[in-house]
């Protein structure tokens, strides 16, 4: 059975950082990309960052270009998400993602995706 644990959520103030990680349990994640979502209030689920699965490919929505950071550590079966100078618009669940597959494009959907986690709630003041 495939387990994400999202962790690393809480409260930060507008143009802080805050740092997300997503442990994988049930399976390797070194040959599958891997991706963060987010969804908030009353909005669809959106994309936010991929990583594909030897960390040499990334993409990023528009929206965290610049500010957002995703990594992968494969010997500790974890992903990550840095965010910094966040933004009121920000916050949301954020959804720890994998792939079935170990690449990523830059179309990415969540449709693309085959394990969520269940989500870690970012809450940023403005």
């Known amino acids: 059975q495939v387990q994400l644990v999202e962790s690393g959520g809480g409260l930060v103030q507008a143009g802080g950082s805050l740092s997300l990680s997503c442990a994988v349990s049930?399976?390797?994640?070194?040959?599958?990309?891997m991706g963060w979502f987010r969804q908030a209030p009353g909005k669809e689920r959106e994309f936010v960052a991929t990583?594909?699965?030897?960390?040499?490919?990334?993409y990023y929505a528009d929206s965290v270009k610049g500010r957002f950071t995703i990594s992968r550590d494969n010997a500790k079966n974890t992903v990550y998400l840095q965010m910094n100078s966040m933004k009121p618009e920000d916050a949301a669940i954020y959804y720890c993602?994998?792939?079935?597959?170990?690449?990523?494009?830059?179309?990415?959907?969540?449709?693309?995706?085959?394990?969520w986690g269940h989500g870690t709630q970012v809450t940023v003041s403005s």
């Open positions: 993602a994998a792939r079935s597959w170990p690449y990523i494009n830059d179309s990415p959907n969540s449709g693309q995706y085959a394990y």
């Open positions: 049930g399976r390797t994640i070194s040959g599958y990309a």
């Open positions: 990583i594909n699965w030897n960390s040499a490919s990334t």
